[in-house]
């Protein structure tokens, strides 16, 4: 069983920065595929970045260019670097880790609000 535990949310102006971290326990997840999702209020939890074991990276249309993800797997941990941050951010966000064999463990998420 994996634990994944998110951090690094806040209150932020337009344009600034966060990054998020995602830390794994229970079990190494080097050989998963990590994400960040993210849920605004109404709407659906959508993908935000995803980086594969082998260190492939994808990235939504609306945030590429301003967020980099990136892990060490020494750490066990995945992150999230935010920047230009902008009011539509506004979301929980949240870590997911992807098994080899398909199965998916989630976070309990990080509150990310900007302000205009």
């Known amino acids: 069983q994996v634990q994944l535990v998110e951090s690094g949310g806040g209150l932020v102006q337009a344009g600034g920065s966060l990054r998020l971290s995602c830390a794994a326990s229970g079990s190494i997840v080097s050989r998963n595929t990590m994400g960040w999702y993210r849920q605004a209020p109404g709407k659906q939890r959508e993908l935000v970045a995803a980086i594969t074991s082998g260190g492939l990276t994808t990235y939504t249309v609306s945030v590429k260019g301003r967020v980099t993800i990136s892990r060490d797997n020494a750490k066990n941990t995945v992150y999230l670097q935010m920047t230009s941050l902008k009011p539509e951010d506004t979301a929980v966000y949240y870590c997911?880790?992807?098994?080899?064999?398909?199965?998916?463990?989630w976070g309990q998420g990080t509150q990310v609000t900007v302000s205009a």
């Open positions: 997911k880790t992807q098994t080899p064999w398909g199965s998916d463990y």
